[in-house]
């Protein structure tokens, strides 16, 4: 089974830039495809980016594309989210996992975007 902190948000303006961490625990980290989600308040959990195990295939929701960037270091067991030219609309509480979402969710890392 696969354990996952979030770490990194936090409070930024508009335009501004973050960079989430996910830290998983398990060894089968490094075959998994992982992805990053979000969840805004009074909405449904939705997939913002994924990234295979070896990182050879990337895919972003339209929503972020442009503007985020997802990685992963499976030496260390971490996946990351560059988060640039952040929105408002881009508040939400982060969460990484599995694709498709099967290891328990860990708590998220809140990102307020706001002036």
């Known amino acids: 089974q696969v354990q996952l902190v979030e770490s990194g948000g936090g409070l930024v303006q508009p335009g501004g830039s973050l960079r989430l961490s996910c830290a998983a625990s398990?060894?089968?980290?490094?075959?998994?495809?992982m992805g990053w989600y979000r969840q805004a308040p009074g909405k449904e959990r939705e997939l913002v980016a994924t990234?295979?195990?070896?990182?050879?295939?990337?895919y972003y929701a339209d929503s972020v594309k442009g503007r985020f960037v997802i990685s992963r270091d499976n030496a260390k067991n971490t996946v990351y989210l560059q988060m640039n030219s952040l929105k408002p609309e881009d508040t939400a509480v982060y969460y990484c996992?599995?694709?498709?979402?099967?290891?328990?969710w860990g708590q998220g890392t809140q990102v307020t975007v706001s002036s």
């Open positions: 996992n599995t694709v498709p979402s099967y290891a328990d």
């Open positions: 990234i295979t195990p070896r990182g050879g295939d990337i």
């Open positions: 398990g060894s089968i980290f490094s075959r998994n495809a």
